[in-house]
Structures are given as C-alpha cells and as structure tokens.
C-alpha cells in the first residue's frame, strides 16, 4: 500500500512538472513575431553589411538593430506584438524607411528594401582627395537659386 500511494504521489509531480513545461512553451510562443528581408540596390544585387533598425512606434524606441549578412538577408526577431518601422542604411545608398509595420502574435513579416544609391563626384586637388559631393544635394540646391534669381530678374 505505501509503495502504491508513493508511485501515485510520483506520477502526480511528474505530470504537474510537464504540464509546466508546456504552458511555458505556449506562452513564449505567443508574444513574439519576427521581421525578416532582403536588401538589394536599384540594380538588384544584394547588400550585405547594411544596418537593420527596429523601431517600437508606440514607444519610440529602437529594439533591434542587425546586419545583413552576405546574402542580403536580415532576421529582426523576438519582436513583441505592436507598431513598428524599419530603417536600412549602407554606405554609398539613401536611407530606406519603411513605417507602418504592425506585427502581431507568432508574425513573420517579410520588409524587403530596395535602396537607392547616391550620385558622388570626386575631386582631386594638388594630390588631395577632398570630400564626396552629393550631387542630388548640389542639383537642387542649384535649382533653388536659379528660381531665386528667375524671381529677382522678373
């Protein structure tokens, strides 16, 4: 009679012990998404090394930030559920922001970019290399004071 009431007593802890188990498998299952993506240029080819931002929009906060490896590929993870954006930078290209992502219980978005390079120019001045320009920058601030003097000469 003891060894039977000892068996059942075991039985008994070994069950609560694995229903535990389970309910904390569940509910770790349950808060998290995932963000993943690839980024490639204009042209189509991959980017690797670029910077991945995860921002929580509801708290202002970033709460990931990885690189893309060799592929293209990143994997934001872990993410709990809410509002998000997502910044891409590499250098070389414009910043690539996506807003509005909303990611629910066990999400697996997919957010790929697509970045845009930047026109540069390089001068060389008595063997000194002096800054990058951007020439985006340049053309409009070009356009800007043409008006300008458009509107003065009128």
Not at 144 to 150: E, H, K, M, P, Y
Request: proline letters at 1%; one cysteine or more; aromatic letters at 4%.
């Amino acid at each position: 009679m003891r060894n039977r009431n000892r068996n059942i007593f075991i039985a008994g802890l070994l069950a609560l012990f694995l229903a535990g188990l389970g309910a904390t498998r569940i509910s770790a299952q349950d808060i998290n998404g995932t963000i993943v993506g690839l980024v490639k240029d204009a042209g189509g080819a991959v980017v690797a090394g670029a910077t991945v931002m995860v921002r929580d929009t509801d708290k202002n906060v970033v709460v990931r930030t990885v690189t893309t490896n060799s592929q293209g590929a990143y994997t934001a993870p872990l993410l709990l559920a809410g509002h998000y954006s997502l910044t891409v930078e590499a250098s070389g290209f414009k910043k690539f922001i996506k807003n509005n992502i909303e990611v629910n219980v066990n999400d697996r978005l997919t957010v790929d970019a697509s970045l845009e390079g930047m026109r540069q120019l390089n001068c060389m001045l008595e063997g000194t290399s002096l800054p990058r320009l951007d020439m985006a920058k340049m053309e409009e601030m070009f356009q800007r004071n043409t008006l300008d003097i458009l509107e003065i000469e009128a």
